[in-house]
């Protein structure tokens, strides 16, 4: 398994005591597959999705990445376990404003040492459509080419896991549908494991296996 995740609870604090957020979620991730998170509104996809991104740590349970346990790995050891295995989509795109879309892809190669970050952050946005806007920046860019961008910056280290959080929630249908099929068709060709929040019922449909979370708890698979 490229991730399991076992009984894992997320509890945290409110102004009126203790919420449980997630309720002993065991879960394990294939390598090579896509799998759709599913579920109401406030029922913890997104929780669930950044405790395996290690952004997010569990009250209890553990997380093992490849057969290792890294429940309890410092923050510095998740921040390099996460550059070096994952990425991860945000609805939002999470773009750095600062920088134009080349820099966005390449920062985290050059973060890695990578030889030749700039010439692959170049063909990855090529990659995914947008060899003519390498200079813009992110203001500059629509929705769709932001969310190509953050896709570009998600698969440039070559990740096992992808990681998206309704990547096409503010994007229009026909924007959406083609920023999917480009995600599915990436992650395909690097042989990486998508973990993927959707609404959209067709969208979990394509993936090789759903899993429905419901207040905190996984209901069906
Ligand atoms: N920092 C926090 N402190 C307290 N409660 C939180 C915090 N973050 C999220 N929650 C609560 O945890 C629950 C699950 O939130 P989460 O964002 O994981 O849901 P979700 O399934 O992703 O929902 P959506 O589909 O709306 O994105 C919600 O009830 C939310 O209010
Ligand atoms: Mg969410």
């Known amino acids: ?30 390598r090579a ?21 290690g952004l997010l740590r569990a009250t209890k349970g553990s997380v093992c990445l490849e057969g290792t346990d890294i429940t309890h790995v410092e923050e510095d050891g998740l921040a390099t376990l996460r550059r070096d295995n994952m990425g991860v989509v945000f609805q ?5 404003p600062t ?29 995914v459509g947008l060899p003519h806007r390498f200079d813009h920046y992110p203001s500059q ?17 070559q990740p096992k896991l992808i990681l998206a959080d309704e990547p096409t929630g503010n994007l229009d249908q026909e924007t959406g549908r083609a920023i999917m099929d480009l995600l599915f068709e990436r992650v395909r060709a690097q042989g ?24 905190g708890k996984v209901v069906a698979v």
């Open 192 to 215: 990486a494991t998508l973990v993927l929040i959707t609404h959209d019922p067709l969208l979990a449909k394509a993936c090789d296996a759903q899993i429905h979370i419901q207040d």
């Open 33 to 53: 597959k896509a799998i759709a998170i599913v579920g109401p509104s406030g029922s913890g996809k997104t929780s669930l999705l950044m405790i395996c991104a």
């Open 92 to 96: 939002d795109f999470h773009l750095i």
């Open 141 to 157: 860019l629509s929705g769709g080419e932001q969310q190509r961008v953050a896709i570009a910056r998600a698969l440039s280290m």
């Open 1 to 30: 398994m490229l991730m399991t995740l076992n009984d894992i609870h997320l509890t945290l604090p409110a102004n009126n005591g203790d919420v449980p957020i997630l309720r002993g979620i065991s879960l394990s991730l294939p």
């Open 99 to 127: 920088m134009t879309a080349l820099e966005n892809v390449s920062i985290p190669l050059e973060l890695a040492r990578i030889d030749g970050a700039e010439a692959r952050a170049r063909s990855l946005l090529s990659d």
